[in-house]
């Protein structure tokens, strides 16, 4: 059982803590909540011309400032509550199965009401968030990219398709710039609608004949590839030595 001079020594603690928090929240206007988002709390009468790393920036500090606030709040509402006890002459007993709590747990935590037993720190839930089940991995179970048979158009590729309208990203972001703003999406090399890599660039009229080459890097690769290799084709900037598509050059 706690004696007088542990009680009073709690109960200043508890006192203290909790003018602490008041000022605090006084003096940081409860950690900007009192400030509506975005305009007053940035100044700005409009986001429409900020960088969206800006915005991002702005929103994560928005982010910090809730999670503090919401912290001191549980932190404040656990003093009153303890305070109460005391009022009620019922503190220092565990609140779940009547026994007293030590003067040791006290001392260190002043704000608890149940013994190390019945703490609800004591267990870790491992329950995850039921959006898990459909954002993880990223894309989630509309990600069909790993079943290799199956070539449909799916969640990934839809975020393809707005990406390459841009982002907030620039050449200088990456670690290795890219060659065009149209390599600067997830997986740009990605083949669309082509299986061999010169059916990027290379087209035909309905017979297969009159072969026509579309200026693209993939063709530049390709012919440097021949070059590298000594290899000629019928089309591109070599000229075609025999009847089949590729020879080697003896």
Known sequence: MLTREQLSKLEKELKAGKEQIVSRFKDS???GMDVTYPFNSTGELSSYDNHPGDEGTELYEREKDLALYEHEREHLHDIEHALSLIEKGTYGRCEVCGKEIPY???SVLPTATTCSEH??????SKDRPIEEEVLTPPFGRFELDENDENVAYDSEDAYQDVERYGNSETPQDL??????????????EEPLGYVEDYENYAATDITGKEVTVYPTIEHEKYEELLDEEGIMTSFGDLPPAEKEPYTEDD
């Open 29 to 31: 206007g409860h950690f």
């Open 104 to 106: 040791e747990r006290l």
């Open 119 to 124: 703490s609800s720190t004591v267990s870790v």
């Open 175 to 188: 670690a290795v710039p890219p060659l065009s703003y149209s390599q600067m999406y997830m997986e740009y």
